[in-house]
């Protein structure tokens, strides 16, 4: 069973920045397609940033064109943990932020479609202040 646990969310000003963790169990995350989703209130989900799963030693990312520049997801292979890096917070970022974790891996290179995606986290908030 795979479970993942999202953290680091908060309040946060404009311009400023925050990290999020996302830790793992009961899978080694280099082996898979990992993203980051977002969700407003009112809003669907949306891809934010996505990793895809390790066959060289390059982990090839992609972003949404909203934070690209600003975010930056990446791999901590020891403590199997994803991280989006999220700098120069903007008023349109707020939202419940999601990892996930593509096990079929149907898709090869980076994963945007949600439905490809087999297990969520529960989600950290993520506020943003002008």
């Known amino acids: 069973q795979v479970q993942l646990v999202e953290s680091g969310g908060g309040l946060v000003q404009a311009g400023g920045s925050l990290r999020l963790s996302c830790a793992a169990s009961?899978?080694?995350?280099?082996?898979?397609?990992m993203g980051w989703f977002r969700q407003a209130p009112g809003k669907e989900r949306e891809f934010v940033a996505g990793?895809?799963?390790?066959?060289?030693?390059?982990?090839?990312?992609d972003y949404a064109d909203s934070v690209k520049g600003r975010f930056t997801i990446y791999r901590d292979n020891v403590e199997n943990t994803v991280y989006l890096q999220m700098n120069r917070l903007k008023p349109e970022d707020p939202a419940v932020y999601f990892c996930?974790?593509?096990?079929?891996?149907?898709?090869?290179?980076?994963?945007?479609?949600?439905?490809?995606?087999?297990?969520w986290g529960q989600g950290t908030q993520v506020t943003v202040s002008s």
């Open positions: 996930a974790l593509d096990l079929n891996g149907r898709v090869f290179g980076v994963v945007t479609d949600e439905n490809e995606y087999d297990y």
């Open positions: 009961g899978r080694t995350l280099s082996r898979y397609a």
């Open positions: 990793l895809r799963r390790s066959g060289t030693t390059l982990y090839y990312a």
